[in-house]
């Protein structure tokens, strides 16, 4: 069982850049693929990067590739979501996802979530 919790969400004007946190608790971090996604309103929950547990290995979805980056900190638990060059498209609830073993692009390969947290970038 892990426990994840997000924060750094806000409301940015486009162009602008946010960093999103995603601290962990539970078992050993390092053995999870974590993941964010996003939701926005009358939408589906979509893919937006993944990473494994090395932090090697990581994905992108093609609408942020080039602007946004994921990365995580074993030592503290935590995974991060950097987006730079923000669309009012990026508008979201942005979540935090963990599984084991590989990345997976889809909310149904996920076992634990986070509650998520707003990113709102106005035009």
């Known amino acids: 069982q892990v426990q994840l919790v997000e924060s750094g969400g806000g409301l940015v004007q486009a162009g602008d850049s946010l960093r999103l946190s995603c601290a962990a608790s539970g078992r050993t971090f390092s053995n999870y693929v974590m993941g964010w996604f996003r939701q926005a309103p009358g939408k589906e929950r979509e893919f937006v990067a993944a990473?494994?547990?090395?932090?090697?290995?990581?994905s992108y979805a093609d609408s942020v590739k080039g602007r946004f980056t994921i990365s995580r900190d074993n030592a503290k638990n935590t995974v991060y979501l950097q987006m730079n060059a923000l669309k009012p498209e990026d508008t979201a609830v942005y979540y935090c996802?963990?599984?084991?073993?590989?990345?997976?692009?889809?909310?149904?390969?996920?076992?634990?979530w986070g509650q998520g947290t707003q990113v709102t970038v106005s035009s």
């Open positions: 996802a963990a599984r084991f073993f590989t990345i997976a692009v889809v909310p149904e390969g996920y076992a634990y």
């Open positions: 990473i494994r547990g090395s932090g090697i290995s990581t």
